[in-house]
């Protein structure tokens, strides 16, 4: 086979969610689609169907397949159930398996295992994702047999050196690993003009001068969003500074209905707390968040339960400063004081201290942070850099396999 045969090979990506859903995993999996596809790839989602989603289409030369329907318990396991079936009924050539290892919900556990038990046995290389850290120890515990598929696989992808350690410990040879990190468009995200920042706010009516936090984030309990409330609140009383800063969430409007039980939960909270300053917005179509982030002066999070957050790149991309907890998916990114602010995981009066460090920071100096994080970005984490890599990883499983 040449290469050139071998640069057509299929990837059968199965992911929990796809667009429409909104969130970093599925935003990114669709850029690296599209580069993928322009390298020759072709590419078959396999995911969950969702409202007013057609069980078949295609996006340009993406190809999806829904199953089930996500917001139903029974529609979530019949959707396993026919992704599971329909990779034991069809034969795939020159095809690559791409999983993300979503460990959750028992069932779907045990039905991501057997498909890859299902592609081993039919001799398709297997490429898992591990989204976060945590989840191979929380796989270890609800399914172990799922251990014996990291072990088996073809490649397994770590995020971060937290997920890279328990695979290790878990048996996954070293060897089996690849250490290929997320990626951004830093074309699209990236620091824009006064005048289009100043627009921007002043389409929300933003004071030009105001200090703005921006927290792009679905209301997912991971991703502690009642815990910053309180946070804000705190800042605002302690500091005074209600009338100089604004907190803005970009959340996500098609939530599942767990999710939306979340979602009104904040809301309640927000007004109980009498939050001044806050500002919660629906999250827009992938290409339209930029310019949350360029009207913005710094990132926030306290989520611990990232393998390595798009948003966060995505912010450095735009020149933001990140205030984030010191886990280790953060740590590859973000070194304190130099582009960012690190608090202890989980610790609230840490996370104060943090803030109050980034209020008590000059203008050129958080200038200078933000400068410095996309230049990370730039030399390590270009979408179209990340996406050679797994070109590059695909077509050495086809070339081994054939």
Known sequence: MTLEEIASANVLAIVPYFIPHIGGGETHLYQMAE??????????????????????????KIKIRRFGYALTQAGKRQAYAQILAYVQQHQFQNTILYAYLSVGKEYRTKAMCEILAVARE????????IPSSGRVTELSKLHPDGIKELREADCVIALNPRIYKELVSFGVHSHQIQSIPNGVNINLFKPCPKSRMKGVRASV??????????CPSRF????????????WKQIIEAYNVASS???????????????GQVSRRI?????E????????????????????FQASDVYISLSTQEGMSNAMLEAMAT????????????????????????????????????????????????????????????????????????????????????
């Open 35 to 60: 580069l993928l596809s322009a390298k020759g790839h072709s590419i078959t989602i396999l995911t969950q169907g969702l409202p007013g989603t057609l069980t078949y289409e295609e996006r340009g």
């Open 122 to 129: 039919k001799g398709i290389p297997r490429v898992v994702r």
């Open 205 to 214: 009516s933003c004071v030009q001068d105001t200090l703005v936090f921006l």
């Open 220 to 231: 997912a309990p991971k991703k502690r969003i009642p815990e910053l409330l309180r946070l």
């Open 245 to 259: 800063c604004e907190f803005w969430i970009v959340g996500d409007p098609r939530l599942k209905t767990k999710q």
């Open 267 to 271: 809301h309640a909270l927000a007004g």
């Open 273 to 292: 707390l009498k939050l001044t300053g806050l500002r919660l917005f629906p999250a827009e179509p992938h290409p339209e968040m930029p310019k949350y």
């Open 319 to 402: 020149c933001l400063p990140v205030i984030a907890p010191a886990t280790e998916a953060t740590r590859q990114l973000i070194r304190d004081g130099w582009n960012g602010f690190l608090f202890a995981p989980g610790d609230l009066a840490s996370a104060e201290q943090a803030i109050l460090r980034f209020l008590n920071t000059d203008k050129e100096q958080r200038i200078k942070m933000g400068q410095r994080g996309r230049e990370i970005v730039r030399q390590k984490y270009k979408i179209e850099d990340v996406a050679e890599r797994f070109s590059e990883l695909f077509n050495r499983l086809i070339s081994k396999s054939i």
